[in-house]
C-alpha cells in the first residue's frame, strides 16, 4: 500500500532581513510528509530546523520574516497563500506544534484548565464545561496521574516532564493531522525523554496522526522516524528512509553527524567531534555551503561547473549535488 503525502513542502525560502544583511534562515527546502509517518528533520543548531517548523505553523513575525517563495500544500491549500484568519482554523487544530521549552511556551498566569480549554473552545466551538471535560481527558491519555486535580494546576506546580505532557495534551486536543515536534525533549533527563518518546508514538499509533520530530539527537532518529532530512545553514543536505540514510549516508556533512554520534556499545572508540562552527549566515561560504568544515573538501566544492541543489542518487534517497558528484570523483 502507498502512503498519500499529507503535507508537501515544494522550494521553501524564508529570508530575514537584519540591518542590511538577508539572512537566508531556510533556502529551498522540499520534502513530503506521509500520512501516518514521521519525519524527522536533524541537523546543528542554527541549521534551520525550527524556521522549517514555524513556518509551516506561519509563526514568524511579518515585519522581520519573509517566505520568498515556495509551497505549503496541505488539503489542496498552500499555506503560504492563506490569510492569517484562515490559517488560524488550521494552526492548533489540523497542525499542532509542541516547542522546544514548556515553561516558556505555558503561560504561567494561567492553569492548565483554562491552557487546554482555550483551543478546545475556539476549534471545536465547545462549551467551558465541555472543554473542560476533554482537557481532563486529554491529560489521562498523556499519562498525567489523578488528572481531575492536576487540571487546576499552574505551569510552576508541575515538574518537567509533567509540563512536557500537558504540551503534547494541549497540542493533541483538537486531534491534529499533523503534529510538529520541536525538540519536544531537550530539557528532559534521559529516563523521561524515553517516556515521552515512548508517549508520542503510542498515541501516534492510537489518533493515527502524522510527526515532524525536529532533534539533533540521531539515536531518537534511528528509533522513531521513517524518513530523515538533514539541514545545514538553511539548506537540505540529504533525505532518505532512515534505515537507508544511517547505512548509506552520501553526503559528507550526514557522514560526520554519524560519526561523532556516542556510541555506548564501543567503549574503546576514539570520541570525534565535528571541527569548527556553522559560518554566520550573513555571509555563508560559495558554493557548497559545508565546504569550510568538510573534512574532505574537493575541487568542486567552491562552485563553479557543479549545480547547487538536490539530485536523487537512489530512489528515494536525496543528496546535495556538489557533495556527491564531488565524492564519486
Known amino acids: 500500500m502507498i502512503s498519500e503525502n499529507l503535507l508537501s513542502i515544494k522550494n521553501l525560502k524564508t529570508h530575514f532581513t537584519v540591518g542590511e544583511s538577508v539572512v537566508k534562515a ?57 490569510e492569517e484568519n484562515e490559517m488560524r482554523k488550521i494552526r492548533g487544530n489540523r497542525i499542532s506544534m509542541i516547542f522546544q521549552e514548556p515553561m516558556t511556551s505555558l503561560n504561567p498566569v494561567y492553569d492548565l484548565s483554562f491552557q487546554i480549554s482555550e483551543t478546545i473552545i ?6 467551558k464545561e465541555q472543554a473542560r471535560k476533554i482537557a481532563i481527558e486529554m491529560l489521562d491519555l498523556v499519562g498525567i496521574p489523578e488528572p481531575q486535580k492536576r487540571i487546576d494546576s499552574y505551569p ?38 524515553a517516556q515521552i518518546i515512548d508517549l508520542m508514538q503510542e498515541l501516534q499509533k492510537k489518533l493515527g496522526m502524522s510527526i515532524i520530530f525536529i532533534t539533533h539527537d540521531l539515536g531518537v532518529v534511528s528509533e522513531i522516524s521513517d524518513h530523515v532530512m538533514v539541514m545545514y545553514l538553511g539548506n537540505v543536505m540529504e533525505i532518505a528512509e532512515t534505515s537507508e540514510l544511517f547505512n548509506n549516508p552520501l553526503h559528507s556533512y550526514t557522514k560526520s553527524l554519524i560519526d561523532i554520534a556516542p556510541q555506548i556499545s ?15 549566515p550573513t555571509n555563508p561560504p560559495s558554493g557548497c555551503v559545508f565546504r569550510t568544515r568538510c573534512p574532505n573538501p574537493g575541487i568542486g566544492c567552491k562552485g563553479g561547473d557543479i549545480e547547487m541543489g538536490l539530485i536523487e542518487a537512489k530512489p528515494g534517497h536525496w543528496v546535495d549535488r556538489c557533495c556527491y558528484e564531488c565524492n564519486q570523483t
Do not use: W, Y
Open 26 to 82: 531556510v533556502d529551498g527546502v522540499s520534502f513530503n510528509l506521509e500520512a501516518g509517518k514521521t519525519f524527522a528533520i536533524v541537523g546543528e543548531s542554527g541549521s534551520g530546523k525550527s524556521i522549517t517548523a514555524l513556518s509551516i505553523m506561519g509563526l514568524l513575525p511579518n515585519n522581520l520574516a519573509q517566505t520568498e517563495r515556495g509551497e505549503i500544500l496541505f488539503d489542496n491549500k498552500n499555506l503560504i497563500d492563506l
Open 266 to 280: 564501543d567503549e574503546k572508540r576514539e570520541i570525534k567531534v565535528l571541527r569548527g562552527e556553522i559560518p554566520s
Open 156 to 193: 510552576h506546580e508541575l515538574s518537567g516532564g509533567m509540563r512536557q505532557r500537558a504540551m503534547i495534551a494541549m497540542a493533541l486536543s483538537c486531534n491534529p493531522k499533523i503534529l510538529i515536534a520541536d525538540e519536544p525533549t531537550t530539557a528532559l533527563d534521559v529516563t523521561i525523554q
Open 122 to 127: 475556539l476549534h471545536q466551538k465547545k462549551s
